[in-house]
């Protein structure tokens, strides 16, 4: 059966401008994370979604950085005002509920 | 929140080679799973371990959750194997948070 996916794969962007990241869980999958992963460093938790409950922001680094999920399907990560820093991958997983979670391929941003 | 520690931090092997990767965590926790990123930095699901032990072909996992500790065995060691091996965690508030990875770098 289909994976998560992700798009865009790459996404080069100027600084200072707004980007839109997408994630398609896997069908029948409540929870949805995102999670950026710079080069050579781990992964950061950034926001996770499980059903109709209110999300867990606790991650969002800043107030530039906003994710919505529609019911059950598909999210969206906003970044607004882009910053270099903000260049990584972006990983998108879903799960049921205390079940494996499944990542996706990710987006790559650069911020030039 | 929990905390992870992954040891050793980086490994060098040759092509053949037994290894074996350690995950800490701080908490009690309600899962434990095994990803191998691989160099075009894509994470596969190696096992979902919360306690117990697992077996799938030259890799296999034990974890001891009252002890607080997982391992994750490597078997006959192939280049294929390169990449970085995360442990991840799930505590109560049901996010899931990894450790900084083993770097395993296999020599033919």
């Known amino acids: 059966g289909a994976g998560v996916s992700q798009s865009p794969s790459n996404k080069v962007t100027e600084k200072g401008k707004d980007v839109e990241l997408r994630c398609d869980p896997i069908?029948?999958?409540?929870?949805l994370y995102w999670y950026r992963q710079r080069l050579g460093q781990g992964l950061e938790f950034l926001i996770y979604?499980?059903?109709?409950?209110?999300?867990?922001k606790s991650g969002l680094p800043s107030d530039r950085f906003s994710a919505e999920r529609t019911g059950e399907s598909v999210s969206t990560l906003t970044i607004q005002r882009t910053q270099q820093e903000d260049s990584a991958v972006y990983l998108c997983?879903?799960?049921?509920?205390?079940?494996?979670?499944?990542f996706g391929p990710g987006t790559r941003l650069t911020v030039t | 929140g929990i905390q992870v520690e992954q040891s050793p931090p980086d490994l060098i092997l040759q092509e053949g080679a037994n290894s074996t990767l350690r995950c800490n965590f701080s908490?009690?926790?309600?899962?434990l799973q095994w990803f191998h990123q691989n160099p075009w930095g894509q994470l596969i699901n190696l096992f979902y371990?919360?306690?117990g032990t697992k077996q799938n072909g030259r890799l296999s996992a034990t974890t001891v959750a009252t002890e607080r500790y997982s391992l994750l065995y490597i078997s006959s060691s192939q280049t294929t194997d390169s990449g970085v091996y995360f442990c991840?965690?799930?505590?109560?508030?049901?996010?899931?948070?990894f450790g900084s990875g083993t770097r395993l770098s296999i020599r033919p």
């Open positions: 997983a879903s799960s049921l509920v205390r079940s494996a979670r499944y």
């Open positions: 069908s029948g999958h409540t929870a």
């Open positions: 979604f499980q059903g109709n409950s209110a999300p867990d």
């Open positions: 908490d009690s926790v309600n899962n």
């Open positions: 371990i919360p306690s």
């Open positions: 991840a965690v799930e505590g109560s508030a049901s996010k899931i948070i």
